[in-house]
């Protein structure tokens, strides 16, 4: 499913942020900021430390442009809380300090069509990275297997270029990075793929 020009779906789960547990996490609660939200397979694995390690370093970068960073797994709460707790030399994500969603029902991970159910196994997201607007539209989404570890480059670049066509009406070209030339478009009747659906 694509949900590009579409309102993300909200919901209200628990999380983990900073050691602390949130039980009523909305995504609607962001409104008037940028979200890039991201779903990972499972804690306590391989490739996921790497990728939530990478968002937390460039944390500060996000912040800067106003995003907000979310993990996403379907682990519970608990075991996020124990995995924020394990250092980094033991396969841990210690320091980092946004939030993760626990999507234990399976039920984010549904709606962002994202959910993987295989054999015996109960369900686990792919690695799906949405990009969302300050009204609650998705403008970005991408979505990789589960061995495929996603670009943080690539994720502020999509920033910069939403947020550079919002300020300037200028449409941005292949590989186009803050600072170079963008485009000049008739951007006339563009304005519906960015209201809500």
Not at 101 to 108: M, P, R, S
């Given at each position: 499913m694509v949900l590009v020009g579409k309102s993300a779906p909200d919901f209200t789960a628990k999380?983990?942020?900073?050691?602390?547990?949130?039980?009523?996490?909305?995504m609607s609660k962001f409104k008037g900021k940028y979200v890039l939200f991201f779903f990972y397979p499972l804690d306590f694995t391989f490739v996921c430390p790497t990728e939530l390690?990478?968002?937390q370093k460039r944390l500060a970068d996000f912040e800067k442009r106003n995003v907000q960073v979310i993990g996403c797994s379907t682990d519970s709460h608990f075991?996020?809380?124990?995995?924020?707790?394990t250092p980094k030399a033991k396969g841990g994500i210690e320091g980092v300090t946004y939030p993760i969603?626990?999507?234990?029902?399976?039920?984010?991970s549904a709606a962002?069509?994202?959910?993987?159910?295989?054999g015996d196994d109960n369900g686990q997201a792919l690695r799906g990275l949405f990009l969302i607007d300050k009204?609650?539209?998705?403008?970005?989404?991408?979505v990789n297997?589960?061995?495929?570890?996603?670009?943080v480059d690539e994720a502020i670049r999509m920033v910069d270029a939403l947020k550079h066509f919002e300020e300037h009406?200028?449409?941005?070209?292949a590989d186009w990075k803050e600072g170079d030339k963008a485009m000049t478009a008739d951007t006339k009747g563009l304005e519906k793929y960015f209201a809500p659906h």
């Open positions: 999380a983990v942020a900073k050691g602390v547990i949130i039980d009523d996490f909305k390690h990478a968002f075991s996020h809380a124990a995995w924020l707790m969603v626990a999507d234990f029902t399976k039920e984010i962002y069509d994202v959910l993987v159910r295989e009204k609650g539209i998705v403008q970005h989404q991408i297997n589960m061995p495929l570890g996603r670009s009406g200028e449409v941005c070209p």
